[in-house]
């Protein structure tokens, strides 16, 4: 009997010591996001549901302000990776940076320009002020082509004005602050459900569009190419998870995205971006919407005129997994 006992005690001390082990050499990682909203979901699940820790890499995320804060961050050193859009990245490298998208996230556009109570057509804006999070960020790009698409021009008919995020951008049309704002889920439902009216729906309006994806720089490619590998196989096991297990990214969405969110609104920003259009099985970067990207920024930097969508991507960890099985093997799993 006693033998037995050492036996389960060597066992479990063999376990734990393993255990011990893991989680010595597991990558300690700092990873930026820049908003409360679901387009931020591949590295919440990720670190929720524990798929960051399964391929060895412990992972604190960081949250910034914005694209733009984000990318500094990625370009200053302070974060090796982060999830950004594509106008903050494509900016960053006119500006010297060597940063690249690695995995796509999100490659279409949920956002909608909201009025301020009592503002519900494009010509009532004239003269006015609409809210975006940074100057050179996603929804800077975004109010600018709203804008235009209802006959609007931006800086001379319409201020933009630089407020923050989603719930910032919010709070300002509710209370008057800004004639109108940039928002999407799930700041534009509860919008909705405050009685605020959509002056231009940008997800119709045929926009392709690189938005929130998984960056770092060549540089630390270079220098740790398997902790990139790690993270971009993280990501891409992430979004699998989101596609099948509904109510574990509907917790993260809860955690991540604040308090006083009911069923009903999380299950509507689920909802809303679940789909091949917005969140690709497999996660390429999106070339056209970097080509939209770069069509936009042209206005105010001739240098994107020359500029071509591949320079801003590195695909190989991607395309790795994508010719290696990995990808197609998730989904036909039971």
């Not at 005690?9 to 989680?23: H, K, M, P």
């Given at each position: 009997?006693?033998?037995?006992l050492y036996v389960i005690i060597g066992a479990l001390a063999f376990q734990l010591a393993l255990s011990s082990f893991a989680q010595a050499q597991a990558t300690r990682?700092?990873?930026?996001?820049?908003?409360?909203?679901?387009?931020?979901?591949?590295?919440?699940?990720?670190?929720?549901?524990?798929?960051?820790?399964?391929?060895?890499?412990?992972?604190?995320?960081?949250?910034?302000?914005?694209?733009?804060?984000?990318?500094?961050?990625?370009?200053?050193?302070?974060?090796?990776?982060?999830?950004?859009?594509?106008?903050?990245?494509?900016?960053?490298?006119?500006?010297?940076?060597?940063?690249?998208?690695?995995?796509?996230?999100?490659?279409?556009?949920n956002y909608v320009l909201m009025g301020k109570p009592g503002i519900k057509s494009g010509e009532q804006l004239k003269g006015g002020t609409v809210a975006i999070s940074?100057?050179?960020?996603?929804?800077?790009?975004?109010?600018?082509?709203?804008?235009?698409?209802?006959?609007?021009?931006?800086?001379?008919?319409?201020?933009?004005?630089?407020?923050?995020?989603?719930?910032?951008?919010?709070?300002?049309?509710?209370?008057?602050?800004?004639?109108?704002?940039?928002?999407?889920?799930?700041?534009?439902?509860?919008?909705?459900?405050?009685?605020?009216?959509?002056?231009?729906?940008?997800?119709?309006?045929?926009?392709?569009?690189?938005?929130?994806?998984?960056?770092?720089?060549?540089?630390?490619?270079?220098?740790?190419?398997?902790?990139?590998?790690?993270?971009?196989?993280?990501?891409?096991?992430?979004?699998?998870?989101?596609?099948?297990?509904?109510?574990?990214?509907?917790?993260?969405?809860?955690?991540?995205?604040?308090?006083?969110?009911?069923?009903?609104?999380?299950?509507?920003?689920?909802?809303?971006?679940?789909?091949?259009?917005?969140?690709?099985?497999?996660?390429?970067?999106?070339?056209?919407?970097?080509?939209?990207?770069?069509?936009?920024?042209?206005?105010?930097?001739?240098?994107?005129?020359?500029?071509?969508?591949?320079?801003?991507v590195d695909a190989s960890f991607i395309r790795e997994l994508d010719q290696s099985g990995f990808i197609d093997g998730l989904y036909k799993k039971k």
């Amino acid at each position: 009997m006693k033998k037995i006992l050492y036996v389960i005690i060597g066992a479990l001390a063999f376990q734990l010591a393993l255990s011990s082990f893991a989680q010595a050499q597991a990558t300690r990682l700092n990873v930026g996001y820049s908003a409360a909203s679901a387009d931020q979901l591949p590295a919440w699940v990720a670190k929720e549901t524990g798929i960051f820790a399964k391929n060895g890499l412990d992972v604190q995320l960081i949250f910034f302000t914005g694209g733009t804060t984000a990318i500094l961050a990625l370009v200053s050193g302070d974060v090796p990776i982060t999830q950004v859009s594509g106008p903050g990245l494509v900016n960053s490298v006119f500006a010297g940076s060597d940063a690249v998208f690695v995995a796509a996230g999100m490659v279409s556009l949920n956002y909608v320009l909201m009025g301020k109570p009592g503002i519900k057509s494009g010509e009532q804006l004239k003269g006015g002020t609409v809210a975006i999070s940074r100057f050179g960020s996603a929804t800077d790009t975004i109010a600018r082509f709203a804008l235009r698409k209802i006959g609007l021009n931006p800086g001379k008919d319409v201020t933009l004005v630089q407020v923050g995020s989603g719930p910032e951008r919010l709070s300002a049309a509710l209370t008057g602050r800004v004639s109108a704002s940039v928002i999407n889920p799930p700041s534009s439902f509860v919008a909705e459900k405050r009685g605020l009216a959509v002056i231009a729906d940008v997800a119709q309006m045929g926009l392709v569009f690189q938005h929130t994806g998984a960056a770092t720089t060549r540089k630390y490619i270079k220098e740790h190419p398997d902790t990139v590998r790690r993270y971009v196989r993280s990501h891409v096991e992430a979004v699998h998870r989101m596609w099948t297990d509904k109510e574990s990214t509907i917790k993260a969405l809860s955690r991540y995205m604040g308090s006083g969110l009911d069923r009903e609104t999380l299950e509507r920003s689920y909802e809303n971006v679940m789909t091949e259009a917005m969140y690709p099985k497999k996660q390429y970067p999106s070339l056209e919407g970097l080509k939209t990207v770069l069509d936009d920024i042209v206005e105010r930097d001739p240098r994107a005129k020359a500029a071509k969508p591949e320079q801003f991507v590195d695909a190989s960890f991607i395309r790795e997994l994508d010719q290696s099985g990995f990808i197609d093997g998730l989904y036909k799993k039971k």
